[in-house]
């Protein structure tokens, strides 16, 4: 079966420090994987997703980068932390779309990140 | 602005039935999804409808798709408080690169004894 894992679960960084959030697939292969950011109270926003290794597309202009190293591995990266990044981060991931099939997207269990 | 809407709020007795209404602005989406979050939690799919369907219905969830109008709505009947979450729609269209889902914004409902 399945499975996704994200850590660290909560994070604590101060203003300016960096930041590597790792998030890994079992038991699929070739995935498409996401990165998500919800803000306190808001909804999802879409940050990156990756349709293979190496190939990341950015959603939004931002302090935040993404990476790709092996085929069910997914890294969320800054060099310098903002206060607005603070967020709850959901990694997720979804087989490749076949005609006539529903794919589900599978999401991770989130890492609480707090910028102080 | 989103191009999925949701309600930002909603309060039930427990028993009653809730519903949660969703609007989406793009006509080729073909799957529309329903997702729960539970607090501190990831999103889990409760239920999904391909456009060309009207309703469906999964034990006490049914979903009702009025392509027309672009609104999606669940009902949960008889709530109980273990359905207190956000809940969350989402869209997949037709050519969406990397097979994205767009989100709404959720929908957190609250569930009284």
């Known amino acids: 079966s399945q499975t996704i894992h994200q850590w660290p679960a909560t994070l604590v960084q101060p203003v300016g420090s960096p930041l590597s959030l790792e998030c890994t697939v079992e038991?699929?292969?070739?995935?498409?994987l996401y990165w998500y950011r919800q803000a306190a109270g808001r909804g999802l926003q879409l940050l990156f997703y990756?349709?293979?290794?190496?190939?990341i597309s950015s959603e939004v202009p931002q302090n935040l980068s993404a990476s790709r190293p092996q085929d069910r591995q997914f890294i969320l990266s800054s060099k310098k932390l903002l206060l607005s990044d603070s967020g709850f981060y959901l990694c997720?991931?979804?087989?490749?779309?076949?005609?006539?099939?529903?794919?589900?997207?599978?999401f991770g269990p989130g890492t609480r990140l707090t910028v102080t | 602005g989103e191009d999925v809407e949701q309600s930002l709020f909603l309060s039930v007795r427990e028993g009653d039935s809730s519903v949660i209404n969703c609007t989406y602005t793009?006509?080729?989406?073909?799957?529309l999804y329903w997702y729960k979050q539970e607090p501190g939690a990831g999103l889990q799919l409760l239920t999904y409808?391909?456009?060309?369907?009207d309703m469906k219905q999964d034990q006490r969830l049914t979903v009702l798709l009025n392509k027309k109008d672009k609104h999606l709505s669940l009902r949960i009947a008889d709530t109980q408080t273990g359905d207190s979450a956000i809940y969350f729609c989402?869209?997949?269209?037709?050519?969406?690169?990397?097979?994205?889902?767009?989100f709404g914004g959720g929908t957190r409902v609250l569930v009284k004894p």
């Open positions: 997720a991931w979804r087989e490749k779309q076949s005609p006539g099939q529903i794919y589900e997207q599978y």
């Open positions: 409808i391909f456009s060309n369907m």
């Open positions: 038991g699929t292969s070739n995935p498409n």
């Open positions: 989402a869209e997949k269209r037709t050519k969406a690169a990397g097979n994205k889902l767009t």
């Open positions: 990756s349709v293979g290794i190496g190939q």
């Open positions: 793009d006509s080729s989406s073909t799957y």
